[in-house]
């Protein structure tokens, strides 16, 4: 039997040993922060990386330019269990997700593991996964992952994301946009207004019913509805015959959020009808909200809590009001996933901002990538090495 306390010390050893590198990794992303779908440098490096330290390395996963999958085999077959990273930027922010902290605390964890696969049966897998952030041709690559059925010989798969508390196993969203496209006809605001039809009041009509829905939405589903007006008009004197409308719509019940996605598409309709314009309605899911595994999340969980840091228990935080979604809601419909929150900054500390990018390379935003890294290898290690607890994420899965 092999010692798993003692592998786990070992691990927190190894991610001890990589401190300096992994701040030399957060950093580069940090100082070259590239868009989704075009991090090359960034997956050049990850990769690298982990060839460097015998991972074997499948670039361009599944024909996504940026996508990548680092393998480190253990003395036998068995399960393959994957930590993810994400290093796609932000527009004007940077790395203000902090998805350079995501990386290296992954790159952190797999060749922290790696150090005890001498010992254990299995894989455990780095995967890069571009374009959380929805930008370009790999736009949300853990769903284009799931459908090229990439996920399906996986075990489970874990992450961490930057924040300003630590927690284990928080929900997510699921996600569906919505585009209304208003067509009417242009005339003459004084002369003729009489001949036009305003594609702007009935885009305007739809955007005021549609923020109308909030008040009836369920409590308990968490219905978050967000929405631009893109086009309106070209001149104030001609009557717009074109406007578009964008919304965002979220929940964490997917089939009330269904539900929701066709009460927006109304708004739609009643607005066209009542002004005579003609609307187009396109509806796309973008993300699944995400499907909790509490035996998985007791693990990653206990191997933060055992690192001595400031963490409410998951039974606390676990049913608690989900406030983001990702491609990683997408994962947890085909393989038992956790994620959690690392402690960069204080409570307060805006996302998706320069003072998130920037925490990310203080000593308590470098701190937290390192407890990170820790938790997660030690997690990886711990489900290969005590294959009870991973038969116990499995049955849940199956079961719900
Ligand atoms: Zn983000
Ligand atoms: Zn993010």
Partial sequence: ??????????????????????????????????????????????????????????????????????????????????????????????????????????????????????????????VGTPAEEGIGPSAGSKVILAKKGFWDDVDAAMMCHPSSIYSVGTRLLGIWRISMEFEGQTAHTAVDPHNGVNALNAATLAYIGTHMLRQEARRDAN??????ITEGGLASNIIPDRAVCNFGVRSSDEAYLEEMVEKVARCAEGAALATGARVKVKKRRVYSS???????????????ASQGLEIEHWK?????????????????????????????????????????????????GQEAMTVGAKALG???????????????????????
């Fill in 290 to 304: 995400k499907k909790q595994n509490p035996p998985l999340i007791d693990v990653l969980w206990g191997n933060y």
């Fill in 378 to 400: 030690m997690t990886l290690v711990e489900l290969l090495a005590a294959p009870e607890k991973l038969k116990a994420v499995k049955e849940y899965f199956d079961a719900n």
């Fill in 223 to 228: 219905v978050v509805i967000s929405g631009i």
């Fill in 1 to 126: 039997m092999v010692d798993v306390d003692k592998l786990k010390a070992t691990v927190r050893e190894a991610v001890e040993e990589q401190r300096g590198r992994l701040h030399e990794i957060s950093r580069y992303l940090y100082e070259n922060p590239e868009l989704g779908s075009e991090e090359f440098k960034s997956a050049e490096l990850l990769t690298y990386e982990l060839e460097s330290h015998g991972f074997q390395v499948e670039r361009q996963l599944h024909g996504i330019p940026t996508a990548f999958c680092a393998t480190y085999k253990g003395k036998a077959q068995g399960p393959r269990i994957a930590v993810i990273a994400e290093y796609d930027a932000l527009p004007g922010v940077g790395h203000g997700c902090g998805h350079n902290l995501i990386s290296a605390a992954a790159v952190g964890a797999g060749v922290a593991a790696s150090s005890v696969m001498e010992q254990l049966d299995g894989e455990v897998l780095v």
């Fill in 316 to 364: 606390e935080t676990y049913t608690g009001m989900p406030l983001a979604s990702s491609d990683f809601g997408d994962v947890s419909h085909v393989i038992p996933v956790v994620s959690s929150n690392i402690k960069v900054g204080e409570p307060g500390l805006p996302g998706h901002s320069v003072q998130m990018a920037d925490a990310t390379m203080t000593e308590q």
